[in-house]
């Protein structure tokens, strides 16, 4: 038996399956952010709070999901097992233990060192580990999503549903260096004798304000490739991505960006979506994942330039500003092109082997 027809023979999923298991994956992910806003705010906190309550409590049902779906998948294949996980919930199923060993270990950190806040609490190792379980936890419905020019819009939504997830959890990691945050921009570079202690402050929060838009370009374009290259992309789907993980980060700011920074977000998400569009069937796949890795710093990062300088105020030069943009665009290109590209094309051979293989049980 070779390997196409092996795989071909691991039930799959379904599609209400996987938008169920999207859905429940937004909602941990929701509940991480409740919990981050409690600790940016300095909430009263423990390990029995509300927002504990709603990330495991989502988590438990997430994973009574995931039994049911091998239970389920295990009758559609007629194995004698009693659990069998369906194709692409793998990784899942690891995360789910992984989320698990983090929720005892968060409880015994906090037990014996207390309750941490600012960058301490996103570095505690207890809360890494929930981070890395997480991330493969909301990863089934992707990782499931039948590649293919073909697919249809309902499978690839809980596939982009799946992205939303786990990159607003890479987001929410990186809260402290996000640009949908910093506060850096509408703070003047000052210009004080090389050496100095105010030089030095001034360039520190100069510096990290421009890593903060260099690093939230990698973590929206990463997973944007992914969708372009797994063609779980539809347009509109960079929209959801952008203006989602925007949200996520407006959350953790009492809201305060909701109606400029969320927007702004959104208004250059759909530009970008527009550029996909037009270019897609003219450019190769290749070309096509470039123009994304340079066009997205390139719109979201102005868009918020002119949204921060609307309600705050911009206080960095005309070089700074268009600097970061163009430094972000850059890199993004550099990385894009430096991990190279992959076509999801089947060859002829890879076609006659799916033909004589078995097909999958209809969605």
Known sequence: MNAATSESLIPQSTLPEDAVSAVLGLVVVSAVYADGRAHIMGLPDSFFTPWHAFLYGGLALLVLWLAVMSLRASRRSGSPRIVVIPAGYGFATVGAALFAIGGVADMIWHVIFGVEFGIDALL????????????????????????????????????????????????????????????????PLSHAPEGTEQHVVSEGLASAGLGSFILTSLVLVIPAISLLRTRAWFPGALTVLVTAIAGMASVLTGFQTLGSSVVAAFVSAVVLDLVVVGFRQRASERAMELIVASAL???????????????????????????????????SFAVVLTVGGRSFRTTSTQTDVTESAPAPPAR
Do not use: C, K, N, Y
């Open 297 to 331: 710093p390139l719109l979201v990062w102005t868009g918020q330039l002119i949204a921060i300088a609307a309600r705050l105020g911009l206080d960095w030069s005309p070089a700074m500003s268009s600097g970061v943009v163009l430094m972000s665009a850059l890199v």
């Open 124 to 187: 505690s190792p207890s809360h890494l580990l929930l981070f890395v379980g997480g991330s493969l936890l909301l990863s089934g419905p992707f990782l499931a999503f039948r590649r293919g020019e073909t697919a249809p819009l309902a499978a690839r939504i809980p596939a982009l549903l799946a992205v939303v997830g786990i990159t607003g959890v890479a987001a929410f990691a990186l809260t402290f260096l996000s640009a949908f945050v910093t506060d850096a921009p509408t703070i």
